[in-house]
């Protein structure tokens, strides 16, 4: 069985900072793309930014200069940088990976349930 948990959500001033963190463990065997995704209310979900095992990355358009995200050296724990918040950043965030739970299965994408963050003064 396969979880990821996420962490760090909460109230974030405009112009402040949040560090969101996501920990993926279970029956692990490699894992691939790690991202961050959010959903504001009444939208679609979107992808905020994306790294790859190799820590290529890449973001949303609305977050590039302002988020970054980065993974640990194991490559199971992903974690985003979120600052210069703005109240648009509202969202519940959630993390996914695409990762092998052997060697002869397929990636499959599996989720985090996500975390709520609130940019409000």
């Known amino acids: 069985q396969v979880r990821l948990v996420e962490s760090g959500g909460g109230l974030g001033q405009p112009g402040g900072s949040l560090r969101l963190s996501c920990a993926a463990s279970?029956?692990?065997?490699?894992?691939?793309?790690m991202d961050w995704n959010r959903q504001a209310q009444g939208n679609d979900k979107e992808l905020v930014a994306q790294?790859?095992?190799?820590?290529?990355?890449t973001y949303a358009d609305a977050v590039k200069g302002r988020f970054a995200i980065s993974r640990d050296n194991a490559k199971t724990t992903i974690y985003l940088q979120m600052d210069s918040l703005k109240p648009e950043d509202t969202a519940v965030y959630s993390c996914?990976?695409?990762?092998?739970?052997?060697?002869?299965?397929?990636?499959?994408?599996?989720w985090g349930q996500g975390t709520q963050v609130t940019v409000s003064s």
């Open positions: 279970g029956s692990i065997w490699r894992i691939g793309v």
């Open positions: 790294i790859t095992s190799d820590g290529a990355t």
């Open positions: 996914a990976a695409d990762l092998k739970t052997s060697s002869y299965s397929t990636y499959q994408t599996y």
